[in-house]
């Protein structure tokens, strides 16, 4: 029914309703003013009010009838925001909680008396990486939200680092330090809670930051608070099925489980089959393979029907904003009845709001900080500051010192270079709390100085260190960022800004365009160029294993002072040496590298073009250095015997391995000095023996290299034996800290030749089991109950007197499609066990190592080690499938699982955990050749189904592979264990038309990596290869040395 101008009012007939003419009657009213059938009242309109993120309010003229998208529509505009979907408006329902403005339904529909609501902007879809955010003002937005965030006390973290974001938000507001203007502002404005007992470590920090400007303040506070734990996450209170109080909440990597502060659980967006709410019961429903024989539905209860619907809103934009390439088609309408929700995510998806800046679908024009009172220094008033009209992608990329490995490997048009006062603040990751204070953290003026005279207008392509003197504090020539926490180097040191720097982006957003790379810097081409690059990236890494102990660890322990001083003193007066040895040894070949590459651009030849004379003089210092090399069997044993004896440093120990920093066991970074000799010794052998069609060093390089390979062949000669000690001690030792139900499994004499997953055959059928053989004995063990990053000891079995039975299945069996399981028998003294390996040619490695270990059993003269104290009781006797220590357990599943604090104890990418999950093994073999074949460098990394390639410095090391943003960085983002992987050259059906690509597979995880060079793919292939497949490798270390 319409309503018509005046109080008429039309009354429809019954003969209206039947399709009549409508009767005109008589009219009262004036000639020409009869009613108007089409008139209509006009609309009325609303003005809201928006709560910006810099708080300021704007009002908005809208219909209240009208969709949401209206009034996001006209946000987006008046604010010029490109990439405006990683925003929403949020506003309070009558319970008091945020909602998110829905674009496809109307206002009227969703916000509660619309005149006197105040809707604020706010981040909706937080990105794991702000190398993703192209555009300088959304990183200015983002940052805001962020200062809301940790005032608020949503983006919790440690008081360190929450005064480290505070200095950054505040150098972009005010500019550079002035203690007066400073402690002004933060009297009239309030970064974090309770402030005043922070101004002190705001100031402290703000000092360090001359000359940074805002842009590059926003950069860094993004890539600090990424590293934080609530970074992005928005609670939503629930109960699990025991009722137990828990906290849901959704980012980009899935849906995540809280209990109080802490996180217990994320289901992946990969693991998920369907998410779903009945009532306020939100339910979560896994793929078959993800939770095996458990439930496969989860159920969390949530306060009200509409807090779940809410919740499950949320998830449903997440995982189409960060999963999908393109937005899903809305849901056709049922024409009689519905069943579940038709609600759909209809923004951009990320993958086509990068598309659609790259391409340049929107002008940029220039924005205004608001409440920006920035001071800049003369020095940095004189450099080209980012603008909003240049993208972050596009943006200069060629730093004061860039590495060469990065200049090599993508460089942009030269532009001019950052000024030397800028600083950059970014750390390692915010949520450490006890990170040791960087040496050389805080600089004095005339150190300062002297780093600003030391620049050069136009430097050449690679001035590492420049300016500082040999005895700087500093840990590393070339890795000058500072503990997590704790306070900033500055810029100079590296010459490197955020804004300038290479940009990382993730797998979904291309770090490097498909369609256009940039020119490719002139390098030279002969194979000794890329051996040198590669002692170079791989003494970045040494190094920053050898910082682990000299910088971190000495912190730790000077801190909890648990070591005592005389074990201290036998640690670091070895370490020390060979520490400050290769400080220089780096710094050498960081110059020798920039010249080289040089002199190759120019088309000059000169004494540049080698790496001889370097070689040669630190292998003969590393020579002299052979007393502390020796000592290091003496420190290693002494730090077990006092960790057993004090729990102070037991605890130390354990705490520090636990630190992002420590990314290996402890004691395997007191074995890199000695790793490392034998990796000169491999580098040397290539740059003597050049290949086919390369004219080599010329003749004074090729004498010096072969003194050096002499010098150190020499020292690796020497100390091999103590190298294959030292190892195997290491090995056992973290083996002790893995079983339990054993002690005592160090003794002298004891090897361990392999380990590995096998089945053993019980009553319940075939197990999965961990089998250890040493060179007396044969120990299994299983998944413990408690805690799943355990093993629980279930037998032992001695070498000597130990038979093997192998029955190969009948011909017939063997060509049957029926699968058999390769088994074999081991008939020891007082238990017989029937076992299978996971593949044939897992069979064969565990029967040779077996036959050459009980061989070597019978045959030896020496007297057998004692077994482990835990085994000296007799084995209870009985049936062969019943003897063991202890009962089988009757539920193997239930240890895989776990609970979360067991596996928070122990890394899960250590050997035992990755041959337990991936069923394979590894032999001793196996350890000496992955030590020989350590290589670090810059690699670009595609997933299967992303369409960009993401830059990143990447380390093999133990079997794995560990991934960083930089050479610089303190921790790896990410691990890959390689242990099952194989390695090969992409096929045609994987879409990938670039050269230098190897694919990394392992069933359907596939991983493809580019490298920047011919010799360099090589070598990543040939490295990959002896960890991904470990062949079968006779001999031993000895042997092979």
Aim: glycine fraction near 6%.
């Amino acid at each position: 029914m319409g309503e018509l101008e005046g109080t008429y009012r039309v009354l429809q007939t019954p003969g209206a309703r039947l399709g009549t003419t409508t009767p005109v009657g008589v009219s009262t009213l004036e000639p020409g003013l009869g009613p108007l059938a089409g008139a209509a009242r006009p609309a009325m309109r609303t003005q809201l009010r928006v709560q910006l993120l810099d708080d300021s309010i704007e009002v908005f003229d809208v219909e209240p009838k009208c969709d949401g998208q209206v009034l996001l529509t006209q946000v987006w505009k008046r604010l010029n925001l490109i990439e405006c979907d990683y925003f929403g408006l949020e506003f309070q329902n009558v319970q008091s909680c945020w909602i998110w403005l829905e674009p496809m339904k109307p206002i009227i529909r969703q916000v509660r008396r619309p005149k006197n609501a105040v809707l604020r902007l706010a981040v909706k879809f937080f990105p794991p990486d702000p190398g993703q955010l192209q555009e300088e003002y959304t990183r200015y937005l983002f940052a805001l939200q962020l200062k809301r965030d940790l005032l608020e006390e949503r983006l919790t973290c440690t008081d360190t680092t929450a005064a480290l974001l505070a200095s950054h938000l505040l150098q972009a507001e005010v500019g550079d330090y002035d203690e007066a203007l400073d402690r002004e502002h933060l009297r009239a404005h309030e970064y974090v809670p309770r402030q005043e007992r922070a101004l002190h470590r705001i100031l402290a920090f703000h000092r360090e930051l001359a000359g940074q400007t805002p842009a590059e303040s926003d950069f860094q506070v993004l890539e600090i608070a990424r590293k934080l734990d609530m970074y992005g996450i928005r609670f939503h209170s629930a109960s699990d099925r025991e009722g137990a109080k828990i906290k849901l909440a959704v980012s980009h990597t899935g849906v995540l489980v809280f209990q109080s502060s802490t996180r217990i659980n994320t289901f992946n967006w990969s693991r998920l089959r369907k998410l779903s709410f009945k009532r306020k019961r939100f339910l979560i429903k896994l793929h078959p393979e993800v939770h095996g024989p458990y439930q496969d539905t989860l159920e969390f209860v949530l306060g009200s029907r509409d807090e779940c619907k809410n919740f499950w809103k949320i998830c449903v934009e997440h995982h189409t904003f960060f999963r999908l390439f393109d937005q899903p088609k809305p849901k056709a309408k049922a024409v009689l009845f519905s069943r579940g929700s038709s609600f759909r995510y209809s923004g951009r998806t990320q993958k086509q709001l990068a598309d659609y800046v790259k391409d340049g679908g929107m002008k940029r024009v220039p924005y205004e900080r608001r409440h920006s009172k920035t001071r800049m220094s003369l020095r940095a008033l004189k450099v080209d500051l980012p603008r909003q009209s240049l993208s972050f992608s596009e943006g200069v990329r060629t730093p004061v010192t860039p590495s060469p490995t990065a200049t090599s490997f993508c460089s942009a048009p030269a532009s001019p270079p950052a000024p030397p006062g800028l600083h950059d603040s970014q750390v390692g990751g915010g949520s450490s709390e006890t990170g040791p204070p960087a040496p050389g953290a805080w600089w004095p003026a005339a150190e300062k100085s002297s780093v600003v005279a030391a620049q050069p207008p136009r430097p050449p392509a690679l001035q590492p260190h420049q300016g500082l003197p040999a005895e700087s504090p500093l840990p590393s020539p070339s890795t000058q960022r500072s503990p997590p926490g704790l306070s900033p180097l500055g810029l100079a040191a590296r010459g490197l800004s955020p804004l300038l720097g290479p940009v990382l982006s993730d797998a979904a957003g291309a770090g490097m365009d498909n369609r256009e790379e940039p020119r490719r810097k002139c390098v030279p081409a002969d194979e000794a160029y890329f051996i040198a690059k590669e002692i170079l990236a791989t003494e970045r890494t040494y190094l920053k294993d050898l910082e682990v102990i000299t910088v971190w660890f000495r912190s730790a322990v000077v801190k909890a002072d648990a070591m005592p001083a005389d074990l201290m003193t036998l640690l670091f007066s070895n370490i020390d040496p060979i520490y400050e040895l290769h400080r220089g040894f780096l710094r050498e070949v960081e110059q020798r590298l920039a010249l080289w590459e040089e002199s190759s651009s120019t088309q000059a030849t000169g004494s540049h073009q080698r790496i001889g004379d370097i070689l040669l003089r630190n292998m003969l210092q590393l020579k002299a250095l052979t007393g502390h090399f020796q000592q290091l069997q003496e420190v290693l044993t002494e730090l077990e015997a006092a960790s057993r004896r004090l729990r102070r440093l037991e605890a130390l120990r354990r705490d520090f391995e636990l630190q992002k920093v420590c990314y290996l066991p402890f004691n395997a970074f007191l074995l890199k000095p000695l790793q490392r000799l034998r990796h000169y010794r491999l580098l040397l052998r290539r740059l003597c023996a050049p290949g086919p069609g390369d004219p080599g060093p010329h003749s004074q390089d090729r004498a010096d290299l072969r003194d050096a390979l002499q010098a150190i062949t020499e020292v690796t000669s020497t100390l091999q034996h103590s190298l294959v000690q030292l190892e195997n001690l290491q090995r056992l030792t973290e083996l002790q800290r893995d079983l339990v139900g054993i002690e005592s499994l160090v003794a002298p004499g004891r090897e361990l030749i392999r380990e590995g997953c096998l089945h053993k055959l019980t009553r319940k059928g075939l197990q999965q089991r961990m089998f250890f053989l040493f060179s007396d004995v044969l120990l299994y063990a299983s998944r413990d109950a408690a805690g799943s990053s355990l093993f629980r000891m279930r037998g032992l079995l001695p070498l000597r007197g130990m038979l093997l039975i192998v029955l190969d299945p009948p011909v017939e069996d063997q060509e049957s499609e029926r699968s058999v399981p390769p088994c074999f028998t081991i008939c020891a003294a007082q238990k017989t066990i029937v076992v299978a390996a996971s593949t044939q040619l897992e069979k064969a490695k565990w029967l040779h190592d077996l036959n050459t270990a009980i061989d070597a059993a019978k045959t030896g003269s020496t007297p057998a080690p004692a077994p482990p104290a835990r085994m000296l009781c007799p084995l209870p006797r009985g049936s062969p499938n019943e003897a063991s220590l202890e009962p089988e357990p009757e539920d193997e599943a239930g240890g895989a699982q776990g609970s979360v604090a067991g596996m928070g104890q122990r890394r899960a990418n250590t050997t035992v955990h990755v041959c337990w999950c991936r069923h394979t093994s590894v032999s001793r073999a196996d350890h000496s050749a992955a030590v020989e074949n350590q290589l670090s460098g810059y690699l670009l990394r595609k997933f299967k189904n992303s369409s960009g390639w993401q830059k990143l410095w990447v380390v093999f090391t133990n079997f794995c592979l560990f991934f960083y943003k930089t050479h610089q960085d303190n921790h790896p983002l990410a691990s890959l264990p390689l242990l099952g992987y194989s390695v090969s050259l992409p096929g045609d059906t994987d879409g990938i038309h670039k050269e230098h690509v190897f694919k990394l597979q392992f069933k359907s995880h596939v991983y493809f990596f580019r490298a920047d060079s011919k010799y360099t793919f090589g070598r990543w292939m040939e490295v990959i290869q002896t960890a991904s497949t470990s062949a079968e490798r006779a001999g031993t270390p000895e042997e092979k040395a």
